[in-house]
């Protein structure tokens, strides 16, 4: 299973942006879809979350500006960024958990994407 993010960029504070990730793979079922960010010289931190049933659940630090949905038949995740503050400028990976198989029994996985630039100026 691999993980294709896409919709970073620079924005001016205030502004919004629209983050995407992509799951790609055969014979897979992801039970949860989350974002995490990592600025430099910090550790990753969490920042959405949600599951298959669409139950989704943020960081303090961006709820009322963050929201994030999910095309499960697309097993896409979209995190829409809003009021974006320059403390939000970080690496965004999305990570997706769930299980898969080759030709045997199902696994679990749990994978990262690439990673997509947010940068807020002020």
């Known amino acids: 299973v691999q993980l294709v993010e896409s919709g970073g960029g620079s924005v001016q504070a205030g502004g919004s942006l629209r983050l995407s990730c992509a799951a790609s793979?055969?014979?897979?079922?992801?039970?949860?879809m989350a974002w995490y960010r990592q600025a430099p010289g910090k550790q990753r931190e969490f920042v959405a979350r949600?599951?298959?049933?669409?139950?989704?659940s943020y960081a303090d630090s961006v709820k009322g500006r963050f929201t994030i949905s999910r095309d499960n038949a697309e097993n896409t995740v979209i995190l829409q960024t809003g009021s974006l503050k320059p403390e939000d400028t970080a690496v965004y990976y999305c990570?997706?958990?769930?299980?898969?198989?080759?030709?045997?029994?199902?696994?679990?996985?749990?994978?990262w994407g690439q990673g997509t630039q947010v940068t807020v100026f002020s």
């Open positions: 793979g055969t014979d897979f079922s992801i039970n949860a």
């Open positions: 990570n997706g958990v769930g299980i898969t198989r080759d030709s045997g029994p199902w696994y679990p996985f749990d994978v």
């Open positions: 949600i599951t298959n049933a669409g139950s989704a």
